[in-house]
């Protein structure tokens, strides 16, 4: 019989669900925004928030056992630093993040078993169509997937720091969605011109976006198919996050489409999370968890390791020359043409 720490361990992950829906009824009920003006009650809280107060109780205690909110001597709960992050005003907040996985991720992880018995979207099973095709046609979640995936983008102020763009002249984001690694870029390599790449709607909001930034007048936009062509002209070229949503032929189009825009000695940035070679190594626990999230969600997408784009990147072209850590386990994979 497994001993009381097994069980515990065991009760522990299979819990997880519950702290999922917690933390993000804590966003949606406004709690963290009610929290983040000043400390409250409970009876304060649930007044501010419309919630039955014995009923909120029970949720902050739990939220308390995890360290998002505390309650001090007089009986006013505050947040802590982990619980601002859930607050709308908080530069890096997750609360968007919280609401899409505790809401179309959430149901799509429910058909796990389905999509390791066949390899297929949970997304798609659950949903009827597989993700891109559905949110396209639901602009209501596309836009919470889009804030969503905003949320998980803190790492983008970080990239300037771990790669020295003033070495170049002209940087093009591929599939750069609305500029904000872009913009994040631009903002710290002032001698730099960009070009924003992606779908024709993404462009118009990423030109929406750049000008409000005061960018635009360094920025040409450019819409289209990264698996036709890319623009040409830069002497860098960005993929952040575009990989791990496709298998590895139509990952090696785009790469040899950036490598036909590229001069020889060209620059490419890859930001992906690399999965480690054993299970246990640090760090990589984050990838490996998304690798299975790309398989509920996309089916064809998935977290490689460092050897796998190494090959994937050799068959396009690019010699790999370095990785350096951004945070939340990304890696910029640097690459030469």
């Known amino acids: 019989m497994a001993d009381d720490g097994a069980h515990r361990e065991v009760l522990s992950k299979l819990t997880g669900a519950w702290l ?71 530069p890096d907040s997750l609360a968007d993040l919280a609401l899409f ?26 949903y009827g169509k597989p993700f891109f095709d559905y949110t396209a046609e ?19 102020t970080q990239l300037p720091q771990v790669y020295d763009f003033t070495r170049h002249r002209h940087v093009v984001d591929v599939g750069g969605g609305r500029g904000a690694l872009l913009a994040a870029v631009l ?13 024709p709607g993404a462009v118009e909001r990423g030109r929406a976006a750049l000008t409000e930034a005061g960018l635009a007048d360094r920025c040409d936009f450019a819409a289209g198919d990264f698996f036709e062509q890319v623009p040409p002209g830069g002497d ?14 139509p990952c090696a189009r785009v790469l040899a489409n ?23 190594d640090a760090p990589g626990a984050l990838a490996i968890a998304w690798d299975v999230h790309m398989l509920v969600n996309n089916g064809a997408g998935r977290e490689r390791t460092y050897l796998e784009y190494e090959r994937l990147l050799a068959g396009a072209g ?15 994979l640097v690459a030469r043409a």
């Open 20 to 90: 999922t829906q917690a933390v993000a009824a804590m966003a949606e009920l406004g709690l963290a925004d009610r929290l983040d003006e000043r400390p409250l009650t409970c009876g304060e809280l649930a007044r501010a928030c419309g919630a039955h107060a014995g009923a909120l109780f029970r949720l902050l205690r739990l939220l308390e056992s995890h360290d998002l909110v505390e309650q001090g001597t007089g009986g006013a709960y505050a947040l802590t630093p982990t619980g601002a992050l859930l607050s709308s005003r908080h």
């Open 101 to 126: 996985y505790a809401g179309p991720f959430y149901a799509s992880w429910g058909a796990l078993p389905y999509a390791v018995r066949t390899g297929r979207q949970g997304f798609e099973h659950v």
């Open 138 to 156: 639901h602009p209501e979640m596309g836009t919470g997937f889009d804030r969503a995936m905003a949320c998980g983008s803190s790492f983008f």
């Open 187 to 199: 903002a710290q390599a002032e001698g730099v011109r960009g070009t924003l790449f992606d779908g």
């Open 236 to 249: 860098v070229y960005l993929l952040s996050r575009i990989l791990h949503d496709w298998d590895d032929e």
């Open 258 to 280: 950036c490598r036909a825009a590229m001069p020889a000695g060209g620059r490419l940035l890859v930001l992906e999370r690399l999965v480690p070679e054993r299970p246990h």
């Open 318 to 332: 690019f010699a790999l020359e370095d990785v350096r850590g951004l945070p939340l386990d990304v890696n910029v």
